[in-house]
């Protein structure tokens, strides 16, 4: 079904600018307003994990209500994978929508395309941006115009097992996919491990994609590229990594499989992110040895780099907050450097600003492993409000191409044409 601005949404539009233009604004006659007068309630949707980080943020929110006293905050915890749908259908009705919420940086282009956020720039929210990393900040954007102010961020590398890569007699992780080809023959063959556990869902094929020069889309040329010759190639690599160097995949319940096989050493390197490093050392293979875990880029492709997707989560602020100035303040503090090392030293998630990388920070061995993969190998998803929709075609054609129910090139074929309903005016190139 096409993601994009229905009648019904585009009165929704218009009625939440109407309500922002008729609520508080950042200036009272044409001055600033003092933020010790600000006062309200604010309602914030926050997706951390209720058990481990959430505590953090809650405490924040006390130490937010102690400097600014007249405003209240409403926390509301809610789960990251119902938060999408929750949020879309509250600011379309107009009703039961947050002031402030948590969102993958994904989604910004989505929120903003649809009049569901509020753009940020010149406002309390966003204050000493030029601290913020360059792609973090770029999550942020859309057409032109700031929506979000990043609070968290992380992106996909190599995760590895060193004792078995010692044991097979391998020096340090591969740097190519060829590489990680051979060497997953390697691992099995020294150690009986499995060299890896490809993981089905579409989201990790784009540090393939990436490395090959391939897409799923150009915007500005307004062309569907998932199908193209870089494209072919990335998939007959994935393709390749299933066949010859993957542990036998469970596609009714692979994450979970896979990260049992990784952390209990039945596999020695995945392709995973910093948010799957506290399970991870809760297995038999790195528990009580945390150094045993390695961090690396992920391999770079025919294209000859390394790169992969720029993940985390930015605050936003409802369209149709009747609170505009609080909950701008509460953007503010909850991404300031003093509140990203807090929240950094409490939960092992990545600060986006960089004065946060303090030495205490930096002492976390998840956070010191992927802040040079960051720095060296993340670039933003394509800016396009349909992308979260269109990793559903691809993942279900990329399942088939590696069942075997479909070649490479049938497979992104049938990606492109189902793409081209979620992309209308785009030419398959």
């Not at 913020?132 to 190599?158: E, H, I, Q, R």
Request: glycine content about 8%.
């Amino acid at each position: 079904m096409r993601r994009g601005i229905s009648i019904a949404a585009a009165v929704t539009v218009v009625a939440l600018a109407a309500t922002a233009c008729g609520g508080s604004d950042d200036k009272a006659d044409g001055k600033p307003k003092d933020p010790k007068d600000v006062s309200g309630t604010i309602t914030y949707w926050d997706t951390s994990d209720a058990a481990t980080e959430a505590p953090t943020y809650k405490a924040l929110i006390k130490q937010f209500e102690a400097k600014y006293p007249k405003i209240k905050v409403n926390y509301q915890s809610v789960p990251f994978t119902d938060v999408e749908q929750k949020f879309k259908s509250a600011a379309k009705s107009g009703k039961g929508a947050p002031d402030v919420v948590r969102t993958d940086v994904g989604l910004m282009a989505e929120y903003a395309s649809l009049g569901y956020i509020a753009p940020l720039d010149g406002t309390a929210a966003l204050k000493n941006t030029s601290d913020f990393s360059t792609g973090a900040m770029n999550t942020a954007k859309f057409n032109g115009k700031t929506y979000g102010v990043p609070s968290v961020t992380d992106t996909l590398g190599l995760l590895y097992n060193k004792d078995l890569l010692k044991k097979a007699g391998l020096a340090k992780p591969p740097a190519t996919w060829d590489e990680f080809i051979a060497d997953a023959k390697t691992i099995k063959k020294k150690t009986g491990a499995y060299g890896t556990y490809v993981n089905p869902d579409s989201y990790f094929l784009l540090p393939l994609l990436y490395s090959n020069g391939a897409d799923m889309a150009d915007p500005s040329a307004k062309k569907i590229t998932v199908s193209d010759s870089s494209a072919v190639t990335a998939l007959t690599t994935a393709k390749k990594i299933y066949d010859e160097a993957s542990m036998k995949v469970d596609f009714a319940n692979a994450y979970q499989n896979m990260q049992t096989a990784f952390k209990n050493g039945k596999v020695a390197m995945l392709i995973q992110g910093p948010w799957s490093v506290s399970d991870d050392l809760t297995g038999s293979a790195f528990k009580g040895k945390e150094a045993n875990l390695g961090y690396a880029p992920v391999p770079a492709g025919a294209g000859g780099k390394a790169q992969a997707p720029t993940g985390g989560h930015n605050l936003a602020v409802y369209q149709g907050s009747g609170n505009l100035d609080a909950s701008y303040l509460f953007t503010q503090f909850m991404t300031s450097t003093e509140s990203q090392i807090t929240i950094a030293e409490k939960t092992g998630t990545l600060p986006t600003r960089t004065s946060a990388y303090t030495t205490a920070v930096t002492s976390n061995a998840k956070i010191a492993g992927f802040k040079p993969i960051l720095e060296k190998t993340a670039r933003p998803r394509v800016a396009l409000p349909q992308v979260g929709s269109l990793f559903t075609p691809l993942q279900q054609n990329y399942v088939k191409i590696l069942q075997g129910d479909s070649s490479v090139k049938s497979g992104l074929d049938a990606t492109a044409k189902q793409f081209q309903t979620l992309l209308p005016g785009y030419s398959i190139g």
